[in-house]
């Protein structure tokens, strides 16, 4: 029997604001342990919680850019469960009467064609504090508060996505738009944007879903593609051996590729839900969503299908470059400078990408500026240097931070244009290889690849190629 996977994303996004979501405490990553609290995060008898304006303006921007239907009316509700972390022995979040409902996300899945996903739901809540394993003596755990409190908005998708590659595909896409809104850092490392999945499998052709597990501790797009992998086909071992799936929660353990079980699925009945009565009812006003509508910016899709028209480019291209907003920024600067879009983007998908990940920065850190980018490529059209010239030079810029002229002049890497000189050279050549000379004459002509090679090679790649070609055929053909 063939099987289907049926798969739902429940992302967690840590919302850039100064101050947690009830108190003013800072949010600052790394602090020292328990250094970032005060009586309200940390649960104190008789504390009262206060709303973040400010992280209810960026739920409402990612609700918006998502294409969700923002309700008027949103309820707080506590979440009933003890753990080490939960200073308050509950966590105040949203449940039947969340912020927005009903958004969607497109996404291109591998055969190229775009799929909607929907978003059933996007609500604000508290994080909880963060327990630390082995510390101390190395038998201890240790439980730090400083995330506690911290805003974050969950984003729970339907269960659309039908592979793992799917699912990537649309963290993908989710990170990229709380990074163009600048809500959220989107560093899964340190925790700022979190996943977990709901997955389950069915007979190809069935319409009922199957027994579906949550698999926490995905922390990267990797771990998540592993993770459900590995997920999918130990349903799929179970029901093939005549086994049941059990509903539960189960961890992903990067060192081993698998999941294991970690405990029996709640319902939502166990946490024993009911409306925080600390909190009013959250009201968002019609004129307040238009004024953050007016906010927003162009979003990745917006901009790629732009990019598309605008410049010429495939799809591939465009959605590297709208990738992240910097990048797209730094292209649309070098435009501005260097009129040739597909070149721009060529230089910058094969070469400054790769510089960018050998050395570990982002494009914010870059050396090299949009200015210094674009004179690089103006010198290699103008015949000045050759493109594998360029790329050498790209590769020093990168490492001294001298522009390209400077780099050219002290090392003697101006292209040999000139003909007299190309043809000793080419005369030589031809004389040294005259086996070669004759099967080209006798209708080899692919041979024309060598005699150019040999001619770079006798240059130090400095010869200007399309003369090269040129001149090579000339003396070739006579």
Known sequence: MEYEAVIGLEVHAQLLTRSKLFCGCATVFGSPPNTQVC???????????????????????MALATECRINERSVFARKNYFYPDLPKGYQISQYDEPLAEGGHIDIETADGKTKRIGITRIHIEEDAGKLLHGEGDG?????????????????????????PEEAVSYLKALRDILLYLEICDGNMQEGSLRCDANVSVRPVGS??????????????????KDALTYEIGRQISLLESGERVVQETRLFEPSTGKTRSMRSKEEA??????????????????????????????????????????YGLPSYDAGILTSSKRLADFYEECVRLFEEPKTISNWIMSELLRLLKEHNISI?????GADRFTALLKLVREGKISGKIGK???EEMFATGKDAQTIIEEKGLSQISDESELLTIIDKILEENPENVERYRAGKTKLIGFFVGEVMKATRGKANPQLVNKLLKERLDK
């Open 39 to 61: 009586p309200v995060c940390l649960g104190m008898p008789g504390v009262l919680p206060v709303i973040n304006e400010k992280a209810v303006e960026y739920a409402i921007k």
């Open 207 to 224: 319409k009922e879903f199957g027994t579906k597990t949550e698999v926490k501790n995905m922390n990267s797009f990797k771990f998540l």
């Open 269 to 310: 009945h166990d946490y024993r839900y009911f409306p925080e009565p600390d909190l009013l009812p959250l009201v968002v006003e019609q004129e307040e969503i238009e004024a953050i509508m007016v906010m927003l910016p162009e979003l990745p899709a917006q901009k790629k299908e732009r990019f598309m028209k605008e």
């Open 139 to 163: 038998e201890a755990s240790l439980v730090d508060f400083n995330r506690a409190g911290m805003p974050l908005i969950e984003i729970v998708s339907e269960p659309h996505i039908s592979t």
């Open 364 to 368: 914010e850190e870059t050396p090299i």
């Open 392 to 394: 050498e030079v790209l």
